[in-house]
């Protein structure tokens, strides 16, 4: 398919259904679907969608090497819990590690470039082959996000990305996770609404931004996956998952 071309209008009419019924029948209009899980603070929504329409269906989960122990161990607690059976954790590329970040300091040098090394390229890599993939972005998180569509495509590679979740607010995703008694990640609770790497994440103070830790001391607002292609483009600004 040209990567210019528009996108099928009844995927696009998707978009008003409720959240789960649009990712079961945009998953069989798109293809070959993966979704692209942080396994972070508030992920446990979509999977948990995710596992009542396919629990095989891929789900991609990039391990930078540089995550909290937290992380890991819900990452593996959650998908046993959801009876997820295609989980692809996804890491840098060793070589590239060994050339361009060998004492793993860059993110106090270079975070967009880290970013680059420990995410986005393994992503990329990660993405080969298939039609598209679903994200967890939603409109209350940035203003960047305002207009976010629950159907995308990326104007370089062609694919599409599903946004379910799009127009959820922060009520709509506590309430589904009280209402399937999810597992909550257990930083949330120590004060962290916004969960990535652990070197750039820190806690968050009250009346603060729920983003307000992620590269705290920096203009720096995502991590460049969801940028075109995943690949970060110096005047976009998608926050990332």
């Not at 029948?25 to 948990?48: Q, Y």
């Not at 070589?95 to 040098?109: G, I, N, Y």
């Not at 995703?173 to 209402?179: G, H, N, P, S």
């Not at 590269?215 to 996956?225: A, L, M, V």
């Amino acid at each position: 398919m040209p990567m210019s071309a528009p996108l099928d209008p009844d995927l696009l009419a998707l978009g008003a259904l409720p959240a789960p019924d649009f990712l079961a029948r945009a998953i069989e209009r798109v293809g070959r679907v993966a979704m692209v899980s942080s396994f972070g603070a508030d992920s446990a929504v979509l999977l948990h969608m995710v596992a009542q329409v396919d629990r095989a269906l891929p789900v991609i989960f990039i391990d930078t090497l540089a995550l909290f122990p937290e992380t890991l161990a819900y990452q593996r607690d959650l998908a046993q819990h959801l009876g997820l059976t295609d989980i692809r954790r996804v890491t840098p590329d060793r070589e590239a590690l060994f050339t361009r970040d060998p004492d793993a300091l860059l993110h106090l040098s270079d975070r967009e470039g880290c970013c680059a090394l420990r995410k986005a390229e393994p992503l990329a890599r990660a993405l080969h082959g298939f039609d598209g993939w679903i994200t967890g972005r939603k409109r209350f998180q940035a203003d960047t996000r305002a207009s976010l569509a629950p159907v995308e495509r990326e104007p370089d590679t062609g694919r599409i990305r599903l946004n379910p979740l799009a127009g959820w607010s922060a009520a709509e995703i506590a309430a589904y996770l009280d209402r399937h008694a999810l597992p909550r990640h257990p930083l949330v609770a120590r004060g962290y609404p916004s969960i990535g790497c652990q070197p750039c994440t820190s806690p968050v103070r009250t009346g603060e931004d729920p983003r307000a830790g992620r590269w705290r001391g920096s203009d720096k607002t995502e991590c460049g996956i969801h940028f075109i292609g995943g690949i970060a483009h110096p005047n976009r600004k998608d926050n990332a998952a």
